[in-house]
């Protein structure tokens, strides 16, 4: 409901042994502030102008052009609100010259990263700066397993990861008690070369390839801890007329929202 959209996050204590006495009073118990975070919406706009010829012409295998093109640019524009959102950028707050942008997921986890090359480093974890990347290294198995005790440890729950194909190249090449993903079965002549699940000590995760995520960023995340948070819905509207032509307008505002980072992880700095 506003161009900085805040949430808060908390954390459970401790666990100890909870012992007492019978018939012992209750003394209160000090608990720990919540913190309170926050992202910048982001303007997502596309403009679409078409000549009002094309609205009189029978055109070959499709129908309208303004409502081919404006398919179109709504598909596009998805694909530009999933980059920044996976995106290494931290949130700015914009003003009458800069536009307002989100902190994308790069600028977000810092708690559960490993593979971290030479000189690079975490970002702060709330959005306000972004992580600097190192020397990038092979992405491997053993980093990948690091990165998941460490988010179990931590509280959370990871069950998708996100990377690129190059990335999940690798991750095909994981070893395990059913190490037999490049099989040909007899009675269909298809062969199988993939990983739907990844089964560990610390949770069972489906690994997604994304096209618009860097190649050097592999995030395991949870997904109930993330979340779009829309000001606007993306919607098409009708700009005014000036010429002999059609214009409309695509327009979507949003933002990035991380429930709990610890939740998450990222195996950084991949080759």
């Known amino acids: 409901s506003n161009t900085l959209h805040e949430w808060q996050t908390d954390n459970l204590r401790n666990s100890a042994v909870n012992a007492h006495i019978e018939g012992d009073d209750t003394a209160a118990e ?35 052009e303004m409502s081919y093109q404006l398919v179109k640019v709504a598909a596009e524009q998805k694909l530009d609100i999933e980059k920044a959102l996976m995106a290494n950028q931290a949130k ?45 290294t092979a992405f491997s198995q053993t ?15 990871p069950d998708t990861v996100i990377l690129s194909a190059a990335q999940m190249a ?5 070893t395990g008690n059913n190490n037999q993903r490049s ?30 995520n860097r190649n050097s960023d592999v995030f395991i995340i949870e997904k109930d801890k993330l979340a779009f948070a829309e000001l606007r819905k993306m919607k098409n509207v009708a700009l005014a007329k000036t010429g002999d032509n059609e214009k409309r307008q695509v327009v979507c505002e949003g933002t990035l929202v991380v429930r709990n980072e610890k939740a998450l992880g990222l195996v950084a700095d991949c080759s």
């Open 30 to 64: 000090a608990r720990t502030a919540t913190t309170r975070l926050g992202n910048y919406t982001q303007i997502f706009k596309n403009a679409v102008v078409t000549p009002d010829t094309s609205s009189a012409l029978d055109a070959a295998a499709r129908g309208k």
């Open 92 to 136: 700015v707050a914009g003003n009458s010259t800069t536009a307002r942008k989100m902190a994308g997921l790069g600028a977000w986890v810092t708690t559960n990263v490993n593979n971290v090359g030479t000189g690079g480093a975490n970002p702060t974890g709330d959005g306000s700066d972004a992580r600097t990347d190192g020397t990038a």
């Open 143 to 157: 980093d990948f397993d690091t990165t998941m005790q460490e988010i179990w440890t931590e509280g959370g729950k």
């Open 170 to 174: 690798i991750a095909l090449g994981f």
């Open 183 to 212: 099989t040909i079965g007899a009675s269909d002549g298809k062969v199988a070369n993939l990983l739907n699940i990844y089964m560990t000590p610390w949770g069972s995760v489906e690994f997604v390839p994304a096209r618009e």
